[in-house]
């Protein structure tokens, strides 16, 4: 690439994130690029598990302008996500570098340095928009070192196949551990471990009154919502386990050893694999270089713009971005409307070509 271009705006990361904030941006006469680590459309959901499943409908998990087609089941698979992923870049024609791996950020005068493995890039604002799922979390367990089976994360997890006839752990609670478990339990042994009891919706109930419930709750302080985005949908293969009694869970052991895990009783047991349901941090190794996150991985910020770097802005990282502004259904509703409302967006910034109305934006679904 041309190593002097300077971009208006960068958005590092080409997943839902990144294209919900590319098709708001793109209203402006901005020159806008997104750099995309992944070698094809999908993001993320390119390395979910082959059975993953939404758990809201599909005109509830869309991304601005264009409403993700409705399918045969209720619950959009993994692979209809990436094909509707792939359909919207291309319906919004964006400009999208890939495979483009940003591995530092730097300062240049008034611009952001981007080291990729791709050249240098230069941008006078940036957009971070890399997700969790490139940085999944293992919780510190004495011993868990020392376990000679088999470990992996759900970010890894595939299929049930490798696991015939184990002896399995599944530990971590919420959507992705009810439905490995749901799958896994036909062909191993498995024992699913969850900090407490998992909480089931009503089968009624899916993402979409999930999502509204708990953001009314959010929005007005309540400090123990009814409605949490933790609790489990209950979408037909975990029915199905259910109607097996294949969903009860225990409490955490206490530690591991080499051949398994010893629980708070004292009591050992011999165990094949653990598959680690335990959540993602931030992927934000890359800003390293400005010495802005804190200890646990984020960076500080007031809506979504950085407060130590005004010209940095940061999408779809979870609550401290925006509520449920890691998912599909919370992206557009949260993460981009409070991107909007940033004053960079309304006043006249530093950076001139911010001097843009941003103000129109809005949540209706339409044609480009």
Same mark, same amino acid.
């Given at each position: 690439?041309?190593?002097?271009?300077? #971009?208006?705006?960068? /958005?590092?990361?080409?997943?839902?994130?990144?294209?919900? @904030?590319?098709?708001?941006?793109? !209203?402006?006469?901005?020159?806008?690029?997104?750099?995309?680590?992944?070698?094809?459309?999908?993001?993320?959901?390119?390395?979910?598990?082959?059975?993953? !499943?939404?758990?809201?409908? &599909?005109?509830?998990?869309?991304?601005?302008?264009?409403?993700?087609? !409705?399918?045969?089941?209720?619950?959009?698979?993994?692979?209809?996500? /990436?094909?509707?992923?792939?359909?919207?870049?291309?319906?919004?024609?964006? @400009? /999208?570098? %890939?495979?483009?791996?940003?591995?530092?950020?730097?300062?240049?005068?008034?611009?952001?340095?981007?080291?990729?493995? =791709?050249?240098?890039?230069?941008? %006078?604002?940036?957009?971070?928009? @890399?997700?969790?799922?490139?940085?999944? +979390?293992?919780?510190?367990?004495?011993?868990?070192?020392?376990?000679?089976? $088999?470990?992996? #994360?759900?970010?890894? +997890? @595939?299929?049930?196949?490798?696991?015939?006839?184990?002896?399995?752990?599944?530990?971590?609670?919420?959507?992705?551990?009810?439905?490995?478990?749901?799958?896994?339990?036909?062909?191993?042994?498995?024992?699913?471990?969850?900090?407490?009891?998992?909480?089931?919706?009503?089968?009624?109930?899916?993402?979409?009154?999930?999502? =509204?419930?708990?953001?009314?709750?959010? #929005?007005?302080?309540?400090?123990?919502?009814?409605?949490?985005?933790?609790? /489990? *949908?209950?979408?037909?293969?975990?029915?199905?386990?259910?109607?097996?009694?294949?969903?009860?869970? *225990?409490?955490?052991?206490?530690?591991?050893?080499?051949?398994?895990?010893?629980?708070?009783?004292?009591?050992?047991?011999?165990?094949?694999?653990?598959?680690?349901?335990?959540?993602?941090?931030?992927?934000?190794?890359?800003?390293?270089?400005?010495?802005?996150?804190?200890?646990?991985?984020?960076?500080?910020?007031?809506?979504?713009?950085?407060?130590?770097?005004?010209?940095?802005?940061?999408?779809?990282?979870?609550?401290?971005?925006?509520?449920?502004?890691?998912?599909?259904?919370?992206?557009?509703?949260? &993460?981009?409307?409070?991107?909007?409302?940033?004053?960079?967006?309304? $006043?006249?910034?530093? !950076?001139?070509?911010?001097?843009?109305?941003?103000?129109?934006?809005?949540?209706?679904?339409?044609?480009?």
């Amino acid at each position: 690439m041309n190593e002097q271009t300077v #971009h208006d705006v960068i /958005i590092i990361g080409g997943g839902q994130s990144g294209l919900a @904030t590319a098709y708001h941006l793109r !209203r402006n006469a901005l020159d806008v690029i997104l750099l995309d680590d992944q070698s094809s459309p999908g993001g993320a959901w390119q390395h979910g598990w082959e059975s993953l !499943r939404l758990f809201s409908p &599909a005109d509830a998990s869309s991304l601005p302008g264009w409403l993700m087609p !409705r399918g045969l089941d209720t619950y959009p698979s993994r692979q209809e996500v /990436i094909d509707y992923l792939t359909n919207y870049e291309k319906r919004y024609g964006f @400009t /999208i570098h %890939r495979p483009v791996h940003v591995y530092a950020v730097k300062l240049e005068d008034t611009l952001f340095l981007l080291m990729t493995n =791709q050249g240098e890039y230069r941008c %006078r604002a940036l957009v971070c928009s @890399t997700g969790s799922w490139s940085h999944p +979390y293992l919780p510190a367990y004495a011993g868990r070192e020392d376990f000679s089976g $088999k470990q992996i #994360h759900s970010a890894t +997890y @595939t299929s049930p196949d490798e696991f015939a006839g184990k002896r399995v752990l599944v530990v971590g609670g919420g959507n992705s551990g009810a439905q490995i478990v749901a799958e896994v339990s036909k062909v191993a042994n498995t024992t699913w471990v969850t900090q407490q009891e998992p909480s089931f919706l009503p089968d009624e109930v899916d993402g979409r009154y999930l999502f =509204q419930a708990a953001t009314q709750r959010f #929005h007005a302080g309540d400090p123990r919502p009814r409605a949490n985005l933790a609790d /489990i *949908v209950m979408v037909d293969s975990v029915k199905e386990a259910r109607s097996r009694d294949a969903l009860q869970a *225990v409490r955490p052991f206490t530690a591991l050893n080499q051949d398994g895990v010893i629980w708070p009783d004292g009591s050992q047991e011999s165990v094949d694999a653990i598959i680690w349901c335990t959540g993602f941090r931030p992927a934000l190794q890359f800003l390293d270089e400005l010495d802005l996150r804190t200890p646990d991985g984020r960076v500080e910020v007031e809506g979504t713009r950085s407060v130590k770097q005004p010209g940095l802005w940061l999408v779809g990282y979870g609550s401290w971005t925006g509520f449920a502004s890691a998912t599909l259904i919370g992206v557009n509703r949260s &993460a981009v409307k409070r991107l909007r409302k940033s004053s960079a967006f309304y $006043k006249e910034s530093s !950076r001139p070509f911010f001097r843009c109305r941003i103000g129109s934006f809005n949540n209706v679904h339409r044609g480009p």
